[in-house]
């Protein structure tokens, strides 16, 4: 895994090696930029495929034509390459993915896209057209943002690195301040930054006199139901994720899995240590407050399939000394609180290993989560008033708040918070923290004139017509690939992970696994309450019954408490009425009721909470 950077235009060496270093820890063991002409490529690779120097990037085709800089693993790379040695065209000088590539896009063009199954952000520069694709995985695991200003196309793996080209300004986009509140991130394409966007999942442009001629989709979902029986369904299922998994084990490091004790990770590690030949090493934390704590979980399943476990656990005091390292690196506000752990066990693991698998995908792929479930009551609760809901939501304030792990008060609170607006927009708002409502309260009235999005659900209205021939039902599973998963879990996993330089890699999200699952009826996925179906029934006989049956749990951490406790005195510095007046965003008398009441233990407002820590901390240290 790798970190990219470069601009097709204005700028010199110095701004490329400023935007590379800016991105090293993506890549430490080297780091390269080119300057040829008006074409700037930078890399800094962590190597995994090939450790020679001869694999280093840029990369060029032996006529020098094309130079190409990649940051991912292409699965599906050697057979690739025996298609083009047939072809009697190319010789290889390494045994790298890099070169399959390079060569690839030199025999199919654009269509290369198509033939190739991995995780990766590409820039290629073809020296004969005088032109730059720039292109992205079809489920979005790895990164790319871009600008084009003064006729200059700018791009990296992170924002952070296009703000270190000197033509790029750093100018608050208030409607993506609008959608962070709700969302916790800021969906694609926008950025915190007008003029910075990030490039769509399955998506390549062009940039070719000095503008973008040509951005398209080269791989589309397609939810079209396959006759199958559930059977044969679930023994094609157990090929794809054994290959999917084996597959994922090339590596010319360490390798190990992340193993959380929850089905997805248990899967993995199931298969990896199916397809391996010695104990595979896998790692997991554990948390002193139970309602958050897997580790016995874990342990189980890996002496269930005999593994080699590592497991480490986290606490308030260490969370404390992660948390502004953790911001330092986010150059977009990110209010998922479970980065901490998540950036904790890959910290823990590459002491081990420099690659992971991790369970990532299959939530989303098959309803796994519990807004599935609670979506089945949204057509009785639309049948009553709107009056009526609003005081079944009141009611829920009675509820004493409770610190625990998906407390009854925090369901219900999240429940009646998502009938706020209609119901395109209830799942959003469920995983979710600021609702329309409360945004009202907490914006200025000058910065309410400048927001021109409303409500700021708005983005995702394009994913609901997307499929236009789906169910209601993956229209739904659509909606959670373009927003939570694109921009929640593969954020997390891939920013916590490459801050301390680990590769993390997603079987579930292997394409034939993404494409043969999207073709199935739904009540193979979720039946009743019962989400995961088909994969519960293909890990009953493999794993522990406790892990089949046990509900989901997610990787949270106590941030309620912490709030009150641990975290206090952050909150009431960051969150300080001085803090808060100096940039004229938000109204300090409705956040000081927030903290107020949490504090107090009257609500449990610790999303909300968190939500605006995240901004403040974001603000001081990039603005």
């Known amino acids: 895994m790798c970190g990219i950077a470069g601009f097709i235009g204005k700028g010199n060496r110095e701004d490329l090696k400023s935007m590379i270093n800016a991105i090293s820890y993506r890549g430490p063991d080297y780091q390269c930029t080119e300057l040829i002409g008006n074409v700037g490529l930078a ?301 904790f066990l890959s910290k823990f693991t590459r002491k081990h290993v420099t690659v992971a698998l991790g369970g990532d995908g299959s939530d989303e792929l098959l309803g796994g989560y519990p807004t599935f479930i609670s979506d089945k009551f949204l057509k009785a609760f639309s049948l009553f008033p709107k009056s009526l809901i609003r005081s079944f939501s009141a009611l829920t304030n009675l509820l004493p708040p409770s610190d625990k792990n998906i407390s009854l008060d925090f369901k219900l609170t999240q429940f009646f918070k998502g009938l706020e607006e209609s119901s395109q927009y209830t799942h959003t708002l469920w995983l979710g923290s600021f609702t329309p409502s409360l945004k009202n309260k907490l914006f200025t009235d000058n910065i309410k004139k400048t927001i021109s999005n409303g409500n700021g659900l708005t983005s995702i209205d394009r994913y609901l017509t997307d499929v236009p021939n789906a169910n209601k039902f993956n229209v739904l599973l659509y909606s959670y690939y373009r927003t939570y998963l694109l921009e929640d879990i593969l954020v997390k996993v891939d920013r916590a992970s490459m801050y301390n330089s680990l590769e993390v890699r997603a079987p579930f999200l292997d394409v034939n696994v993404v494409e043969f699952l999207n073709t199935l009826p739904k009540e193979y996925k979720i039946q009743g309450f019962n989400g995961k179906r088909i994969l519960k029934e293909l890990m009953r006989n493999k794993l522990p019954n406790e892990i089949i049956e046990r509900p989901k749990k997610g990787f949270g951490i106590p941030v309620s408490l912490w709030l009150r406790n641990e975290l206090r005195e952050t909150m009431e510095y960051y969150l300080s009425e001085e803090r808060i007046t100096r940039h004229g965003i938000f109204e300090y008398s409705y956040i000081e009721r927030l903290k107020k009441e949490h504090l107090a233990l009257k609500h449990n407002h610790r999303k909300l909470l968190w939500n605006l820590l995240v901004f403040e901390m974001w603000y001081d240290n990039f603005m």
Not at 176 to 187: Q, S, V, W
Not at 199 to 206: G, N, P, R
């Open 43 to 343: 890399h800094a690779r962590l190597s995994i495929i090939d450790l020679s120097p001869e694999a280093q990037q840029p990369f060029y085709t032996a006529d020098k034509t094309i130079s190409m800089v990649f940051n991912g693993e292409i699965y599906n790379y050697l057979e690739l390459k025996k298609e083009l040695l047939k072809l009697g065209k190319y010789s290889f000088r390494t045994t790298s993915d890099t070169e399959v590539l390079v060569y690839l896009y030199q025999e199919y063009g654009e269509k290369f896209l198509e033939k190739i199954n991995g995780m990766f952000a590409i820039a290629i520069y073809d020296f004969n057209k005088e032109q730059l694709l720039l292109t992205r995985d079809r489920m979005g695991k790895k990164p790319v943002y871009y600008s084009v200003i003064n006729d200059t196309l700018i791009f990296a793996s992170e924002l952070k690195a296009i703000l270190k080209h000197p033509l790029v300004k750093k100018d608050l986009n208030y409607n993506a301040i609008n959608e962070y509140l709700t969302f916790d991130y800021i969906p694609t394409p926008n950025t915190i930054f007008n003029n910075i966007y990030k490039l769509e999942a399955s998506q390549y442009l062009i940039f070719k006199d000095a503008k973008i001629t040509n951005k398209r989709a080269y791989w589309k979902v397609n939810f079209t139901e396959q006759n199958i029986s559930f059977s044969d369904a679930t023994a094609t299922l157990d090929v794809l994720l054994n290959n999917a998994v084996r597959d994922r084990l090339m590596s010319d490091v360490p390798l190990g899995v992340f193993l959380s004790g929850g089905l997805d990770s248990s899967t993995v590690a199931y298969y990896a240590q199916k397809n391996a030949k010695v104990p595979v090493n896998t790692f997991s934390i554990g948390f002193s407050e139970k309602s958050y704590d897997e580790s016995d979980y874990a342990k189980l399943v890996a002496k269930k399939i005999g593994t080699k476990h590592h497991e480490e656990f986290l606490s308030a005091s260490t969370s404390l000394t992660l948390i502004p390292d953790i911001i330092s690196k986010l150059d977009e506000p990110f209010a998922d609180p479970s980065i901490i752990p998540t950036y």
